[in-house]
């Protein structure tokens, strides 16, 4: 399998088109009204210090931008979700700015930094659990409130600025690659 291949495609002989990728006919329901986050607005939540999570929550994929202070580890440890991680800028473990490591679900793995830091990007399906908890619980102490994890979804209406559902912001496409 070619690094760009995935198992549901490898050997099909078929690679689409853009017509079929592009496509505007709707194949479903929308399962919610799309938004946009601003990474940099959310306040980091911390599992141990020097280790960084900004969670943004989908319908079935979180995406979680993570920072690494230099000599920062995050042990050893397995999880139920697939996650795909991809490096930013920095260092972490063997990984460098552009690399990308997929791990499966229950495969251990860890990552720490020596005197760099790292900013990368975690991807999981189904989102992390573990992780939604924490943003909830420190969200809940920094505020008294149970609110939702940051980058969650509101549960009754879209982001302040959004545009009305099925309606794209100004001067982007109304539907995402």
Known sequence: MSDAASPATEGTGSLGNA???????ASGEPAGPGRYVNVDSLKPVEFLPGLGFRPVLGQRTMTNFVSFEPGTEAPRHVHGEEQI???????????RKGD????????PHGAWTTDSHCLEVDVFCPPRQSLLKLAEAQ??????AGEPAQGAPAQSEPAPGAPPPGEPAPGRPASGA
């Open 19 to 25: 017509a079929s990728h592009f496509s505007t006919a």
């Open 139 to 144: 969200a809940a102490g920094a505020d008294g």
């Open 85 to 95: 991680v991809i490096v930013l800028d920095g260092d972490v473990r063997t990984m």
């Open 100 to 107: 990308v490591a997929v791990v499966p679900a229950w495969v």
